[in-house]
């Protein structure tokens, strides 16, 4: 029977004690800005794919897939979640990875190269998203001032509206008590003339006379 790929990591001592195995080759750290170097930048996905998309979306739209191997940096970090290592100290876990690729026939550059091209892929995406949200935030602030300055406008036109017609109000008062003080001047003239002849004047002087009183005819 093959071993399993955790079989590959660690070696206990009659102590009971981890052994670390060799490091094949540089390690990761020393590797990672190298191998990022010589990437191209993450290329544009020609089929964008919607906002909110799935990290999956976005790996297609890049044109990211596993490898044949099917080594990928989603599949080392479940390696070192697994329950044979995810204990171990940070070093045994490191050099038990390595040693599982060089089993595996699978070059950590491969490693580090997948998983920059994902970052990239990400970075590109949360670019084209965030000016999407600015030009969106442009395009509406744009148009909120548009619809605040027809709101003055209509908000001027209005408040203009209801000045003259206070201001026709106000007018026609105005002639309205001229023409009252006239006419409490006229029944002054009236009552005057009339209070020559009768007793009780039934002359209204200042308010009108209510309808329903009753006319009252000249003394004798």
Not at 57 to 67: D, R, V
Not at 172 to 186: I, V
């Amino acid at each position: 029977m093959s071993k399993k790929w955790y079989n590959y990591f660690v070696s206990v001592d009659e102590a009971g004690q981890p052994q670390t195995p060799p490091e094949p080759g540089r390690s990761a750290a020393q590797t990672v800005a190298d191998i990022a170097a010589t990437l191209s930048p993450a290329p544009s996905p020609t089929n964008q794919p919607p906002p909110g998309a799935s990290f999956e979306e976005i790996y297609n739209a890049a044109e990211i897939h596993p490898p044949q191997h099917g080594y990928t940096i989603y599949k080392i970090a479940d390696m070192l979640q697994s329950e044979h290592i995810r204990n171990l100290p940070a070093d045994v876990k490191r050099s038990s990875i390595l040693l599982a690729l060089d089993a595996a026939g699978v070059k950590l550059q491969d490693i580090i190269e997948d998983a920059v091209r994902r970052d990239r892929a990400l970075d590109t995406f949360e670019r084209v998203q965030q000016k999407a949200v600015e030009d969106l935030e442009k395009r509406k602030t744009e148009e909120n001032t548009q619809i605040q300055t027809e709101l003055d406008r209509l908000v001027s036109e209005h408040r203009a509206r209801m000045q003259a017609n206070s201001d026709t109000v106000a007018k026609e008062k105005d002639r309205f008590f001229g023409w009252r003080l006239q006419k409490q001047q006229e029944e002054q003239k009236i009552a005057d003339t009339v209070s020559h002849f009768v007793t009780e004047n039934p002359i209204t002087r200042g308010q009108p006379a209510a309808s329903s009183a009753p006319e009252k005819g000249p003394a004798k």
